[in-house]
């Protein structure tokens, strides 16, 4: 009888504790100096790694990839302001937003009028600000500690980076299931400390890893860790044979804020990933379905003509959208264990129904079977009346819809049932012999 029954990946999830351990491992990444290459990026996926198997890649500079190339490698060893009495007012030890992402190294004494030109900042919170692909350097401040800044004094200014060849890191966890068709998972593992914009998809993808990997999944499930944009198309380039095995897939990112969770359609708009995620979220009050547009996250990069992947997103607030974003107010406090554990319980929900639609065709199609007689109409209810009324209910609506042409999604959504009781009474019904699956 197990064996028949959908694998429930959210069967026994405490979502509390589960969000508790996501929040945990986001406070361990946070700190972790990530762009979009180096050693920052390998730590992290070594830290993931811990938790899901991974198959790191390294990308080498110059390698084409698709319209774009694999940038230089970037890494920092310290970075500095100093005045003139040699006291260090900014430092890249004490924040690794202090310094624009990709700056060259400098070391050099100028004015505070040309030293100003280098700077960039906000009211009361350090911005977070990159030049991947110009020749530049700078730093992050307050607008208070820029105002602090005198035009006449000498300042000394220290960037030990490295700018060289290397390469361009991503990780991918490639969990199998019982079919080689595959639910893709991808973050972007590229943001230097920002809670939200990044570390908390990290660590919940990371988390849900390590649950999969101890479930038995129909489909194979990969989880995608890479820079964002040049992470997913690299990994894309090297992925073209296999595009075709994706039934469905999310972009999961900014799931730690206590907004509500939001659900981006793919391209397409209406696959299944859609479907189900559009279900999901109509079972959490507040929620937001919004449509496909070609700007956000990673999902317009799988998303574009040539791939067309049922690929989707889930945030809660996403980028730009809350006061906090790339500033170093998204910091751990934003990020709560509750919001986490919720998103993380979306996800496997989601990965749920994708894992346990199907079609089936009733072998006893010419009125109702006598249920009683398999064990499968309970007159008299045990101690949980509400569940087994739902039970009695799906049981009907499974049976009333096994016509070849509706889904257990179907089902679940017309009958307004939730999708783990209806795929329950499917898998009763199959070991009771009255339905089959449709081929
Ligand atoms: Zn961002």
Avoid at 278 to 307: H, I, K, N, T
Wanted: a negative charge; glycine letters at 8%.
């Amino acid at each position: 009888m197990q064996e028949a029954r959908p694998r429930g990946l959210t069967a026994g999830l405490d979502p509390a504790a589960a969000g508790a351990e996501i929040h945990e491992l986001a406070r361990r990444l946070m700190p972790i100096p990530r762009s979009l290459t180096g050693d920052g990026v390998r730590e992290t996926l070594r830290i993931v790694g811990e938790l899901v198997p991974l198959a790191v890649t390294e990308v080498p500079t110059g390698t084409p990839v698709f319209d774009w190339t694999a940038p230089r490698e970037w890494n920092v060893a310290e970075a500095w302001i100093a005045d003139a009495s040699g006291r260090r007012i900014v430092d890249w030890r004490e924040s690794n937003l202090r310094l624009l992402g990709y700056s060259r190294p400098v070391r050099e004494r100028l004015k505070g009028a040309e030293l100003d030109e280098r700077l960039y900042s906000l009211p009361d919170r350090i911005p977070y600000r990159t030049a991947y692909w110009a020749d530049t350097w700078g730093f992050c401040v307050t607008e208070e500690e820029r105002r602090a800044i005198r035009p006449d004094e000498e300042y000394e200014v220290c960037i030990d980076a490295r700018l060289e060849d290397g390469h361009l890191t991503y990780a991918e966890a490639l969990l199998p299931g019982e079919s080689e068709e595959e639910v893709l998972l991808s973050t972007y593992v590229c943001h230097p400390s920002l809670a939200n914009d990044n570390v908390s998809g990290i660590a919940l993808l990371a988390v849900l890893g390590a649950r999969l990997v101890e479930r038995r999944l129909h489909r194979s499930h990969r989880l995608l860790f890479s820079p964002g944009t040049l992470g997913p198309l690299a990994w894309l380039s090297r992925s073209l044979e296999r595009l075709d095995r994706i039934r469905g897939g999310m972009v999961v990112a900014c799931v730690g804020d206590p907004g509500p969770l939001r659900y981006k359609r793919s391209r397409g708009g209406d696959t299944a990933v859609d479907r189900a995620a559009a279900y999901v979220l109509r079972g959490r009050p507040g929620s937001l379905v919004e449509d496909f547009v070609p700007w956000g996250g990673d999902e317009r990069q799988f998303c574009s003509p040539g791939f067309d992947l049922p690929v989707g997103a889930l945030t809660r607030t996403p980028h730009g959208l809350f006061p906090e974003y790339h500033s170093s107010a998204d910091d751990l406090d934003l990020i709560t264990a509750e919001s986490l554990g919720d998103s993380l319980a979306a996800t496997l929900e989601i990965l749920d129904v994708l894992e346990g639609d199907r079609t089936y065709v009733s072998r006893n199609p010419y009125g109702e079977p006598q249920l009683g007689r398999r064990g499968l109409y309970r007159e008299v209810s045990s101690g949980a009346p509400r569940e087994e009324e739902s039970f009695q209910r799906a049981i009907l609506w499974v049976l009333n819809l096994a016509d070849g042409g509706h889904s257990l999604l179907d089902v679940a959504e017309r009958a307004d049932l939730p999708f783990g009781v209806v795929a329950d009474a499917a898998a009763a019904l199959l070991d009771a012999d009255l339905l089959e699956e449709r081929p």
